[in-house]
């Protein structure tokens, strides 16, 4: 599923001229719009790499789970530490189930 920006949570990376999403993405598909919150220019181009969705500083981005895996409101948000991943996994429910795992580089 394509990834899903929560604009409140968005800040345009603070005017960065090429904000995080925008730069990660191999597809070229993130853009900024006027009002400086990040979207997905083409839903059905996406290949669900999730690349925007763990490299957004301000965790703004999150992936819909496909209805045959989770239902309408489940939802996959990674979370970068320094040499982990956690992926929170939410239900439609809203349960919360943490997967963590260590990882190679070292991002913040
Ligand atoms: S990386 Fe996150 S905060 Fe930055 S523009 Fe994209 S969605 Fe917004
Ligand atoms: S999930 Fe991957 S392909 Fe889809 S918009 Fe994000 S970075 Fe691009």
Request: with cysteine; proline share 6%; net charge positive.
């Amino acid at each position: 599923m394509p990834p899903k920006v929560d604009t409140k949570k968005c800040n345009g990376c603070a005017g960065r001229t090429e904000p995080q999403c925008v730069r990660i993405c191999p597809g070229d598909l993130m853009a900024v719009g006027e009002d400086g919150k990040a979207y997905c220019r083409s839903l059905r181009d996406c290949w669900d790499c999730m690349s925007c969705t763990k490299d957004c500083p301000t965790k703004a981005i999150e992936t819909r789970i496909p209805y045959q895996l989770g239902y309408h409101g489940a939802k996959l948000v990674p979370f970068m530490g320094k040499g982990t991943i956690t992926w929170i996994c939410t239900d439609i429910y809203g349960n919360e189930e943490r997967f963590k795992y260590r990882i190679r580089n070292n991002a913040d």
